[in-house]
Nanobody, 127 residues
Framework: QVQLVESGGGLVQAGGSRRLSCAASGRTFNMYAMGWFRQAPGKEREFVAGISRDGGRTYYTDSVKGRFTISRDNPKNTVYLQMNSLKPEDTAVYYC????????????????????WGQGTQVTVSS
């Protein structure tokens, strides 16, 4: 049974930092690309960051470039999202997801590319 469990969410002031973690279980972690998405109230789920199976390639949506960093620790079956210089507009539920499918970087920015999702963790940035 595949499980993805996010943690690290909470309340943070604008300009602050937060690190999210996503612990995976149920299949061989390094065989799957990983992504972080977020969903704010009343909005569609949007791509935030993605990382290749070996961690050698990362990609980000424009609004978080230079502020967020995705990384993974394959021996620990965990993917991280380091979020710096947080803004109120970063407030959302953050989800991690994985996929065994192969595609371009633009493909991995689509929710439909992913097979399993975590339950989400709330990040609230106060102004």
């Amino acid at each position: 049974q595949v499980q993805l469990v996010e943690s690290g969410g909470g309340l943070v002031q604008a300009g602050g930092s937060r690190r999210l973690s996503c612990a995976a279980s149920g299949r061989t972690f390094n065989m799957y690309a990983m992504g972080w998405f977020r969903q704010a109230p009343g909005k569609e789920r949007e791509f935030v960051a993605g990382i290749s199976r070996d961690g050698g390639r990362t990609y980000y949506t424009d609004s978080v470039k230079g502020r967020f960093t995705i990384s993974r620790d394959n021996p620990k079956n965990t993917v991280y999202l380091q979020m710096n210089s947080l803004k109120p507009e970063d407030t959302a539920v953050y989800y991690c997801a994985d996929t065994g499918r192969w595609g371009s970087d633009s493909y991995y920015q689509l929710p439909r590319a992913y097979e399993y999702w975590g339950q989400g963790t709330q990040v609230t940035v106060s102004s």
